[in-house]
């Protein structure tokens, strides 16, 4: 399965809560759809909230891009390749208010769910049920994500020495972690008497004189 034949095997879920709802489209804001919904395509700027610069909005008919013309571009080329999207470009700084005309477009013909503040309808729970059956494409990212997640575990364990920081070790694992690509969004460092101690231990000060223990997360944004 391609990316392309991905995408609309998942069009296809999200049309079902369309005729499921009776609305006239699906409004996907959050990263971790976003990133579903488009195989692996990222909408952040920054990485401390949910919410994205960009949304998809789904129809009967087609698929919107809907961002500003600051993020259009990179979302387009980069993120969304090659995807049968249509582009609604806003103006920045006042996208909030076109964001809200382009909506109320799509109104006439019904409600709109999303997974956001911005719907008539809060899909949030079912979008969240929709991601969890995965395709093929998926099942294959999420295996060399973990082979990828082995390397960088590896890498900077053996780069760890006595006397060295928490937060050291924490800079090595995130350093490594980007280099593949890789978002680390939960990090534990815990050294010596803190392993046992704590259950989530974040790095700290404490430097390394025997023992090491550390986790770290990627998001399961696949």
Known sequence: MDRIEEFQAKRQRLLGLLDRHQLAAVVLTRRSNFAWLTCGGQNYVGTATEMGVGSLVVTHDQVCLLSSNIENARLLEEECRDLPLKPMVLEWPTEGAGREKALQQFRLNGPVGADSGIAD?????????????????????????????????????????????????????VGAALEMGIEATVRLVAFDERIDRYRHPIPTSKTLTGRACWCSEHGAMA
Request: charged content about 25%.
């Open 121 to 173: 309808i809060d899909l949030s729970r079912e979008l969240m049920l929709q991601r969890r059956p995965l395709l093929s494409g998926e099942i294959a990212r999420y295996r060399s994500l973990g082979r990828d997640a082995g390397s960088v575990m590896n890498r900077a364990a053996l780069a760890l020495r006595p006397g060295m920081s928490e937060l050291a070790a924490a800079s090595l694992l």
